[in-house]
């Protein structure tokens, strides 16, 4: 068994040069992800762990038109925030509590909920040899099945592990930003830019240089007349990740769909803005018809494998049921 170093940082910027120094080091916040991928799945190694579950990033404040997240505020602390229901992010509230145990909520950070690792059962099975994100180059074994909590969108036969965040549907929906501090200063980056697909490269997930350090999270607030939801659909009603989820929300004048907000989970590779559907919706009626055109103008190419192809009508029937639940619309 390996060793490996627990290190406590005093501060934000000797957290940032810890882990900059170390290529083997990692920063530690509630640890649910980090320490299961490393002790209980042992897929995952680090010689260092910098714990910076105290630094002061926590907590939510209003700037402007932003409601701004610290990224070591619990996923508990962030849907009891009062100020998250009063600022028209209800659909917010209803992704974290959509998510995880009570247990984990309160351990669980925002920052981690977003760099959470895929479900991907051959990429936690260290016993599997062929899983590209983990071994770059060896094949994976996911694409022959059999397969099911996969991605459909954004996959390929390089790699069909799903981003299974829900709050990051939410997050994607509202157009949030993430705020990130490293050794040459800060910078933010548009959620819907931070995740990459996987490509030829799967094990790279995201745009975050080793050492950087996500401080916080900005979320426009919505408009006035917004309406918004979050639908996650799943083999049971809690503790279960999503087969199918989506944050839609909508602004609807005289009948017409005036502005349009649409974001997938349980479908992609990385949490999934639906640009296309979006584009269906704005200006046209609220109706069945827009709802199911803008369907199927998501799932127009999907890749599945043995296994996945439910998820393509199932995908098709919870992008329907949600933008009826938000305009009123009945079935
Ligand atoms: P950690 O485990 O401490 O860290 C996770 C990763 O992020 C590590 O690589 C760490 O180095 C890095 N990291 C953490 N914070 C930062 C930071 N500020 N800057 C840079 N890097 C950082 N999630 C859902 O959305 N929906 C679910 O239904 C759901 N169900 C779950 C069920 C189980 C049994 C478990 C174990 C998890 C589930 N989760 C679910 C995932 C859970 O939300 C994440 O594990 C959690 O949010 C990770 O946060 P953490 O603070 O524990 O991160
Ligand atoms: Fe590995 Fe991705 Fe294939 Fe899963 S889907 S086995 S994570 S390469």
Redesign the pocket.
């Known amino acids: 068994m390996s060793t490996v170093e627990y290190l406590r940082a005093g501060d934000v910027t000797e957290a940032i040069a810890l882990v900059s120094a170390d290529p083997d080091a990692?920063?530690?916040?509630?640890?649910?992800?980090?320490?299961?991928l490393m002790l209980k799945d042992g897929v995952v190694e680090a010689g260092t762990l910098v714990d910076?579950g105290h630094l002061p990033?926590r907590g939510t404040e209003i700037l402007g038109d932003t409601l701004r997240i610290g990224?070591?505020t619990t996923?508990a602390e962030l849907a009891a925030d009062p100020v998250v229901v009063d600022q028209r992010l209800s659909l917010v509230r209803d992704a974290l509590l959509?998510?995880?145990?009570p247990q984990?909520r309160n351990?669980?950070?925002i920052?981690?909920?977003l760099?959470?690792r895929t479900r991907c059962r051959y990429f936690r099975d260290r016993l599997v040899p062929s899983c590209n994100k983990r071994s770059p180059g060896s094949g994976c074994a996911a694409v022959h099945g059999p397969a099911r909590m996969h991605a459909i969108l954004g996959a390929d036969r390089n790699c069909i592990a799903l981003h299974?965040?829900?709050?990051c549907v939410a997050l994607v929906a509202l157009d949030a930003k993430v705020g990130i501090q490293g050794p040459d200063g800060q910078r933010s980056v548009a959620l819907t830019e931070f995740y990459v697909l996987p490509g030829n490269s799967p094990d790279v997930e995201n745009v975050?240089r080793h050492g950087?350090?996500?401080?916080h999270v900005d979320v426009p607030l919505p408009t006035a007349g917004i309406r918004s939801e979050y639908l996650k659909v799943r083999d049971r009603a809690s503790?279960?990740?999503?087969l199918i989820s989506a944050a839609a929300a909508l602004v609807i004048e005289d009948g017409v769909i005036a502005d349009a907000r649409l974001a997938l989970g349980g479908v992609g590779t990385v949490p999934w803005r639906a640009r296309e559907a979006e584009e269906v919706l704005e200006g046209a009626p609220a109706n069945n018809r827009t709802f199911r055109a803008a369907a199927e103008a998501v799932l127009r190419d999907p890749y599945t494998v043995p296994g996945t192809e439910f998820k393509v009508e199932l995908a098709r029937r919870t992008i329907v049921r949600i933008l009826q639940n938000v305009s009123g619309v009945q079935s």
């Open positions: 990692a920063y530690l916040a509630g640890g649910t992800t980090q320490l299961d910076i990033l990224a070591l996923m959509a998510g995880a145990s984990l351990m669980a950070t920052g981690g909920n760099l959470q299974a965040s829900d709050l975050l950087e350090l996500i401080t503790y279960e990740f999503a």
